[in-house]
């Protein structure tokens, strides 16, 4: 939940992996509810069309000319539940909107308005009958975080929740209520752009970003949209926990859910066993911290 928020006040998106049944959707549908924004949800399936997301031009016979119709797209939070489900053409058609925030539908731009957040969802165990996310599109998530299962006590206190009369499907019920609203949210987002990062936290970042391209394991680091990525993130970390300033371990905290969708291996490191998490957590330990004087 703090790394879903973290994206979201910092104007980003991100891509949320789990097996079923974590309430991944759940979480979509609260977060909409608590900051009053508009909601919609795009289930992926193989035989969606990217109209069905954009919306598209509607032949209006009482007026004889096309009509555009929006598609779920045109929303202030979107879950895009089991991205991976549908083809590559069907998953470009968010490319525009979540790095443009606008939708270009028959020659004609429309543009989004903010504040506009997806959340996308992907089971990592089924593959039969999924199109993997391309690295263009990866790079477009702010964060990707993972959901594992809860631990026993988070179990029990999920039974006991709904044997109190917690209804997923009737969240106006359950005490659930907006906190924000989406121009309130908007001004969160234009004020974490405030907070101070002092120039050696900035070189931190780029010495962490260029030391994953040099990487042993890695054959293809990540892009200049990470360092941006750490850095916003890293602003909200900071406003989060009341402070006016970036501190190197507000860099840190964010590293795995930046850099684990965007980084490569090599094929023979991951027959060794290496992963894009284990690369991250070693360039944070093995990259040198700016000392807490010159921050």
């Given amino acids: 939940m703090r790394q879903v928020l973290i994206a979201l006040f910092a104007g ?15 979480l979509a549908r609260t977060l909409a509810l608590t900051l009053g924004c508009r909601f919609r949800r795009i289930q992926f399936t193989p035989d969606l069309m990217p109209a069905d997301v954009t919306g598209g031009n509607i032949f209006n016979q009482a007026t004889a000319s096309f009509e555009f119709v929006p598609g779920p ?7 895009a539940d089991e991205i991976n489900r549908a083809p590559a053409r069907t998953q470009a058609a968010l490319l525009e909107a979540m790095s443009d925030r606008q939708v270009t539908v028959d020659g ?18 089924e593959s039969e009958g999924t199109w993997p996310l391309p690295e263009a599109q990866l790079d477009r998530f702010l964060f990707k975080v993972l959901v594992p299962s809860p631990p026993k006590s988070v179990e029990i206190a999920i039974l006991e929740a709904h044997l109190a009369g917690f209804d997923p499907a009737s969240l106006d019920e359950t005490g659930s209520s907006r906190v924000l609203n989406a121009a309130a949210l908007v001004r969160i987002q234009d004020l ?14 780029a010495e962490l970003v260029g030391r994953t391209r040099a990487h042993r394991s890695v054959f293809l680091g990540a ?12 602003q909200v970390v900071a406003a989060m926990d009341g402070r006016e300033f970036v501190i190197p371990d507000d860099v840190k905290e964010l590293a795995g859910a930046v850099f684990r969708h965007r980084l490569l291996l090599h094929p023979e490191a991951e027959i ?12 944070v330990r093995e990259t040198p911290t700016p000392s807490s004087r010159s921050v």
Avoid at 192 to 205: A, F, K
């Fill in 223 to 234: 892009s200049p949209r990470a360092s941006v990525a750490l850095l916003g993130g890293a």
């Fill in 73 to 79: 797209v045109f929303a202030e939070v979107l879950l």
């Fill in 108 to 125: 004609t731009t429309r543009k989004l308005g903010r504040p506009f957040f997806t959340m996308a969802t992907q089971n990592p165990i």
């Fill in 192 to 205: 974490v752009r405030r907070v101070r990062v002092e120039r050696p936290v900035v070189e931190y970042i």
């Fill in 272 to 283: 060794d066993g290496a992963t894009a998490e284990e690369v991250a957590e070693e360039l």
């Fill in 12 to 26: 980003g998106h991100v891509l949320v992996e789990g097996a079923p049944g974590l309430g991944k959707t759940l």
